[in-house]
């Protein structure tokens, strides 16, 4: 009798408690929806502030004329002049998707390589130091990686650019994208440092994808007698495709955003499209964090908030291509 | 090489906070390799502390701090000035954000003081609260930096030449136009990477003010005299670097690479500079004399808005600006104003003394003079302060 009351004591104590609360479901799904449209309002009024903040610039010379021009020449800007548009941005976008493609092509097989060895080939003690070694790279501040890689990592690519030049860079054509000399300071470099940045990002999110796939389907495909490599292939990485893709995006965005650390290493060439990776380039971002101190001449400061709208706009394009190949990708 | 290791060794010394280490700063440096005979002469020997005593009399004050912005390039003088004048019991905060930013500043009425290494413009002024004026603080010299492993002795350039090679004309450097100027020297056939400022800067605007009084090819590239110079022009070519920090850093990483930054930081950074070859057609060596040199004999418009690049005389260091306080001429409030003057005053006597522990050079006699006078004119809700 005593276990009987017990029972009934504790199912209907919680119970109680819940009804005194009349409300409270409504309370919290108020708080979620305000968090929620709190980021929507966030995006929607970086959008608006920016357009405001460049609206002098925009009315005086055309919205979409920062978009017919390669040459970024503030000191040849004039009140009096609307045309042509002495900002112009095509090699400041080219050089946004430039370095990140180049940091996409050498980080995403990396990082699903390291995931897959931390999450199947590791011995076990090494696991767990090797994740967090992993985390411990997404932690260091990108300002960091910029020193880096002006005195560590332009030394180090210094003989591979030039091997790059020296051949690749003569064949007719294709020659043009790797043709010298090389710096060091270019879309290579800048590329090669965001690669490492958004390393650790996929990695660790590859990690725990590769972490939930089925343990029934490697057991199976080893019974069946898979070599170590093709149970990682068939049970591991065919089904975890989506999530690969996925944690790319989120390494992508942090490629097409990344400041400083490009600042620092792309060469800041802002007059055209430098037509080979070795050569130096401007990103979006790194106009901005080059140019809004001293932003002086007429319409420049504005211009440069035009500059910012566009990366958004970029992003925004990016990524929504980017959910297309995933929803793609998982309706298979 | 010549790097100048004892006067480097100054700079580490008063960053430390030991500002008596300003005599060693004016030790001979290892520059005697130069072989240049001429100027090399000028730049040996120690120059004296000027000591200036004409300062305005202490003004009364109840003011504890001041507020300033501006230039990049004074920065290191600042800090060593604003520290030095804490010990009198206020504190002035100076954010060093640039040029521009100082004049922004100053504009809106936001900072106390500002300060900019190219003057403010009539049209800058127009945008201000009231007339400004304008106060040079110190000179100093943009030095042509380069890194030629191999090359030990310091080249000799024209501003043709370097115009070229920042046009991206000259693109190796074993190219005739830099042998002719330098026989004896050995250049390599490496090709010339050419690093400029990517972020608006008065270094850029002293630079480019040269090259378009030295060369036609310079203001030709980039389509005009009204182009060619400013604190950004558009570069032909080149790797962008920001802030004197990041070109000091681009070409001492860069072997072949060609800059331009303020001499304190190709100091420290180790890097060879080149001798540059004044209107008079002597190749002359940055130093404390020759940027002095630069100073004298000019005739100073009563504004004080002036450029010192190119000067006539025969020792002058052609590359050669000056950075300017900027602070409103009709004060509102008689403590800030009183704060104001007595800084400066003291900046401009007792601060001259310290300039060069930081590698810059004090005012000459003639200008410092005409500072203290500008300085003089400052109003109390249009009431003059000092009579």
Sequence with gaps: MSAQSDLTARVTRPRGRVTQWVGGDGLFRAVVTLCSAVVLVTIVAMVIFLLVQGFDAIRHYGFFSFLTSARWAPSEADPTQSSPNPYGILQFIYGTLITSLIAMLLAVPVAVAVALYITNFAPLRLRRGLSSLVDLLAAVPSVVYGFWGIFALIPALKPIGDFLAATLGKIPIIGVAFSGPYFGYSYFTAGVVLAIMVLPIIAAVCREIFATTATSWKEAATALGATPWEVARVAVYRPSRTGILGASILGLGRALGETIAVTMVIGNSVLAINKSILGQGATMASVIANEFTEATEPFHLQALFVVGFWLLIVALIVNVIARRIVAAQAAR | ?387
């Design chain 2, 1 to 387: 090489m010549r790097t100048a290791t004892l006067r480097t060794g100054a700079v580490a010394i008063a960053m430390l906070g030991l500002l008596d280490a300003c005599g060693a700063a004016d030790t001979p440096s290892s520059a005697a390799t130069s072989s240049t005979p001429g100027a090399t002469a000028v730049c040996q020997g120690t120059t004296a502390n000027p000591g200036y005593t004409n300062g305005i009399a202490n003004q009364p004050s109840q003011a504890t701090s001041l507020s300033g912005a501006g230039s990049t390039f004074v920065a290191p003088m600042m800090s060593v000035w604003t520290s030095g004048y804490a010990a009198k019991g206020v504190q002035v905060a100076y954010q060093s954000i640039g040029s521009g930013g100082g004049i922004k500043q100053v504009q809106s009425g936001t900072v106390d003081f500002g300060d900019s290494d190219a003057y403010m413009k009539d049209s800058d002024i127009a945008l201000a609260k009231g007339p400004i004026l304008q106060v040079p603080l110190v000179l100093a010299p943009v030095v042509v930096t380069y890194n030629l492993p191999g090359v030990t002795t310091a080249l000799k350039l024209d501003g043709e030449t370097v115009g070229k090679i920042f046009a991206g004309q000259i693109t190796s450097w074993d190219d005739p136009a830099i042998k002719s100027q330098n026989s004896g020297v050995s250049l390599p056939t490496l090709p010339i990477a050419t690093v400029h400022r990517s972020d608006g800067s008065g270094t850029t605007d002293i630079f480019t003010d040269f090259l378009t009084k030295e060369s036609p090819s310079w203001v030709t590239a980039l389509g005009g005299a009204t182009k060619s110079r400013g604190k950004t022009v558009a570069w032909p070519s080149g790797i962008g670097g920001k802030g004197n920090e990041g070109v000091s850093g681009a070409v001492g990483q860069t072997s072949g690479a060609i800059g331009y930054v303020e001499l304190g930081y190709a100091l420290t950074q180790h890097l060879s500079y080149a001798d540059v070859k004044n209107k008079s057609g002597a190749y002359i060596e940055p130093c404390n004399q020759t940027v002095l040199a630069a100073s004298s004999g000019v005739t100073y418009p009563a504004d004080l808005r002036f450029d010192l690049t190119d000067a006539s005389d025969t020792h002058a260091y052609p590359i050669t600006g000056t950075t300017w306080a900027l602070i409103y001429q009709n004060q509102t409030s008689a403590s800030k104003a009183a704060a104001l003057l007595n800084f400066f005053s003291w900046v401009l006597t007792s601060g001259q003394d310290q300039t060069s522990s930081v590698n810059y050079q004090p005012l000459g006699k003639d200008l410092q003079r005409k500072c203290i006078d500008q300085l003089k004119k400052m109003t109390l809700n249009g009431q003059p302060i000092v009579q």
